[in-house]
């Protein structure tokens, strides 16, 4: 993650500066707009607000602008960041959007057709629970072959899962 601020202002600087770096995120500051480059999230102070948005959005598809006008409107993917502004209140800001990065990302790679790359259609079906012929059917399994046993006598856990997923298969080819 790389957050650059566009920024004249000493006291935004050291503050934005010294809260990303209490959350381990890369920063760079810039003074003026030829200087800007990639990144995750940019952060334009509010002396820089009337800058085309086209222009920024060459550099980063999330812009915050720091600024006191409350009347501004925004794109979705942008946001505000209201002046004046508490480390705390900053920090809480950085970590919303960069879970909307995040959840933007995984979208992006659902579009893949890499089986390698997990779905997030799929991720309900992993993590909805069996229902109750399901588990009855899951039980017989590993009482049948014994495995349950087996694992906890060895005290050998890590075979636990390799053992699930065989009767889970199994389960499925059943099923099929």
């Given at each position: 993650m790389k957050i650059l601020l566009l920024t004249n202002s000493d006291i935004v600087s050291k503050i934005i500066k010294l809260s990303l770096d209490s959350l381990n995120i890369e920063s760079k500051i810039v003074h003026d707009i030829n200087d800007l480059e990639s990144a995750d999230i940019l952060l334009v102070d509010d002396k820089f607000k009337d800058i085309n948005f086209n222009i920024m959005n060459n550099f980063s598809s999330s812009i915050g602008i720091i600024t006191d006008d409350t009347t501004l409107k925004l794109d979705a993917n942008h946001f505000i960041i209201n002046?004046?502004?508490?480390?705390?209140?900053?920090?809480?800001?950085?970590k919303e959007n960069i879970k909307l990065i995040n959840r933007e990302n995984c979208i992006v790679t659902n579009s893949f057709d890499d089986e390698s790359i997990v779905k997030i259609d799929s991720l309900d079906a992993l993590t909805s629970p069996l229902n109750q012929d399901e588990i009855i059917s899951l039980k017989d399994i590993l009482i049948k072959d014994h495995a349950i046993d087996e694992v906890i006598e060895d005290e050998n856990i890590?075979?636990?899962d390799e053992i699930i997923d065989?009767?889970?298969?199994?389960l499925k080819d059943d099923n099929e």
């Open positions: 002046r004046p502004f508490l480390p705390s209140s900053f920090i809480k800001i950085i890590s075979e636990l065989n009767a889970i298969a199994q």
